[in-house]
């Protein structure tokens, strides 16, 4: 029997990057899947290339996880498809570097937007729906070494992540009596579209010369010796999925190849 085999996992964020490794990953490990993204177009073209290798379901839906109504129909048409909601990431976030003296109300406003206010919004509508359906699940969300350290480029990244942790100690608090854990992992620099939009922002701002740049001199950290690829935390999310973590919950994984030793 596959590890995931019967459950159903919904994945925020899951068209390209960390999310589209979670998915296929766990794919692989049996699971069916749904892929919630804005992009409502990406996220049917993965779930179709998941279904074309053989995954016992997937679909895609368009979802901004800040608009708790676009929320709710997506985790409705998550159990319309396969009956129930055993696991939810909460992936979906971005990042908009400024420097520290330029952040203003937008570019705060809109990153808290997504990366906690949507994620907050998941967990209650995520929750919300396990409890109903009874039998328990697991909330897991996407943190970041910048949630347990303040990085001057990007403070309203670093300031949604680490609410990000304490939204998961809340929830595992709130939720241990329904049998949901919920639990986060922190990636560190990990090669996706996300960072090339990142380092491209910081070229335009001045603050580096030249792609590649950036990840080069935060790479330098990392005692492993390298970046990672959404391939090197697609094992912890499959941990955190499967029932081999079923005693852990309000707990933060760092998934960094150890860049920030906590």
């Known amino acids: 029997m596959a590890r ?4 159903v996992v919904m994945i925020t964020g899951g068209a390209q990057g960390i999310g589209e490794g979670i998915a296929r990953r766990l794919a692989a490990d049996g699971a069916s899947i749904a892929i919630a993204d804005l992009n409502g177009d990406k996220a049917k073209a993965v779930a179709d290339s998941l ?8 679909i895609g839906v368009e979802a901004d996880v800040g608009d708790r109504g676009q929320v709710q129909a997506a985790i409705k048409a ?3 498809s396969f009956g129930r909601l055993d696991v939810l990431f909460n992936n ?8 520290f003296l330029e952040v203003d109300e937008n570019n705060f406003n809109s990153i808290m937007r997504v990366n906690t206010w949507g994620v907050m919004v998941c967990i209650q509508e995520g929750a919300r729906q396990m409890i109903a359906l ?7 969300n996407t943190a970041s070494i910048a949630g347990r350290q303040g990085y001057a480029e990007f403070a309203p990244y670093c300031c949604s992540k680490s ?24 990636p560190g620099v990990v090669v996706t579209p996300l960072w090339d939009g990142l380092e491209q922002d910081m070229i ?14 935060f790479s330098a950290s990392i005692l492993l010796g390298y970046p990672a690829t959404p391939a090197d935390l697609a094992g912890i999310a499959s941990f955190l999925a499967s029932s081999d973590s079923d005693y852990i919950t309000g707990q933060v994984i760092m998934s960094d190849g150890g860049m920030i030793l906590v």
């Open 4 to 7: 995931l085999e019967h459950k």
């Open 51 to 58: 279904k074309a290798e053989g995954a016992a379901g997937a």
């Open 78 to 80: 998550v159990v319309n």
């Open 92 to 99: 979906a976030g971005f990042n908009k570097p400024v420097p």
């Open 134 to 140: 009874g039998g328990g699940g697991k909330i897991i």
């Open 163 to 186: 609410a990000v942790i304490s939204l998961t100690q809340a929830g595992a608090r709130e939720f241990a009596k329904h049998k949901i854990t919920v639990n986060a992992f922190a």
């Open 204 to 217: 335009d701002k001045g603050v580096i010369k030249r792609k590649g740049e950036f990840i080069e001199s």
